[in-house]
Nanobody, 115 residues
């Protein structure tokens, strides 16, 4: 079955960086677009970034362009989210997403940006 397992979250000071990872299994990873979403307390879930199966096409939330970078390693069935210049408003649970005939979500990883 499809499984998505995120890691890499934690507490970071404003201006710091984190790299999130999402290890995928149970489907042919290299042919599916992968996405990162986030949900902050009291807010709706929002799309952070997506990357095509081969990695050649990426999209980002307009507000995050230039600070976040999505990438993938199809040999490792893993998608990454590099987050730089983090701000307190980036605090959220970050989840990995794929649609393989139906939507699948990981359990999420907490990112807290605070001094």
């Amino acid at each position: 079955q499809v499984q998505l397992v995120e890691s890499g979250g934690g507490l970071v000071q404003p201006g710091g960086s984190l790299r999130l990872s999402c290890a995928a299994s149970g489907f042919t990873f290299s042919i599916y677009t992968m996405s990162w979403y986030r949900q902050a307390p009291g807010k709706e879930r929002e799309l952070v970034a997506s990357i095509s199966g081969a990695g050649g096409f990426t999209t980002y939330a307009d507000s995050l362009k230039g600070r976040f970078t999505i990438s993938r390693d199809n040999a490792k069935n893993t998608v990454y989210l590099q987050m730089n210049s983090l701000k307190p408003e980036d605090t959220a649970v970050y989840c990995c997403y794929v649609r393989v005939s139906k939507p699948y979500w990981g359990q999420g990883t907490q990112v807290t940006v605070s001094s």
